[in-house]
């Protein structure tokens, strides 16, 4: 009986040692692993080409952005699942948690960092003033007492404000450029401001039968942007990938393909 209970005890110690073993084992595996596993989940614009649009051919998004951050998930070994869903939309679904980022040709502005952490710039832009091919506006004093036209939410729409009083016009807000285009267009509204490399492909690649007027004003960069105060490791991970790319090549390539 002694010799049978010596056995049973160490059969059971030895059971617990394995227990504890694999136990151990998942910790350090989900420790590990956790965040290249993980899938994050990135907002972006829907209609803002080149940066990111609907490719008719293959009814899929494409665009700068949706190749930067393909190479950059890429280089950097993460998973993320895109979800085109408009620029307003994007911010607000960073903001609220149901996003951990956003890329959508987004000018890192002072204000903006308030509430987002913002990657290396990757893309450097401006706004400029943009009227109907037939318009006989040359000047932001032919401004006054018009309508203009702004995209909700972008620099655009914020450098419009800012200078409406002085110029006398007043503002209609449109969720999206195509939309806006058409309203300048028609003439519901008489122009509009907007990124400067957006309305040249615009123009050039879409036949839109709009034309900019004067200079390019504000120029900034571009960055990928998290909810201020989380997600700060894909940050990093925007960067390094964003560093090497430049290094090898790829970002070069990438910005030929649409032109630049």
Known sequence: MK?????????????????????????????????????YIIYSDNAFAPFEYLDPTTNEYTGVDMDLLAAIAEDQ????????EGFD????????????GMIAGMTIKEERK??????????????IFVVAADSDID??????????????????????ASIA???????QYYEDSPTMYTAVINGVNV???EDFSVIGWAIKNDGVKLKTVGDVINSAPYGFAVKKGENAELIELFNAGLANIKENGKYDEILAKYGY
């Open 191 to 193: 122009a509009c401001f």
């Open 139 to 160: 000047s932001l004093e032919d401004l006054n007492g018009t309508v203009v036209a702004v995209k909700t939410s972008t620099a655009g729409a914020d450098y419009a």
């Open 89 to 100: 939309a994007a911010m607000g679904a960073v903001q609220s948690g149901q996003a951990d």
């Open 77 to 84: 070994g993460f998973a993320y699942e895109i979800k085109n």
């Open 165 to 171: 009083d002085e110029y006398g016009f007043t503002l």
């Open 3 to 39: 010799k049978f209970g010596r056995l049973a005890l160490a059969v059971a110690l030895s059971v617990a040692m394995v227990l504890a073993l694999v136990a151990c084992g998942s910790k350090d595996e989900s420790t590990s692993g956790g965040d290249t596993e993980k899938t």
């Open 114 to 127: 308030e509430t987002f952490d913002f990657s290396d710039g990757y893309f450097e832009d401006g706004q």
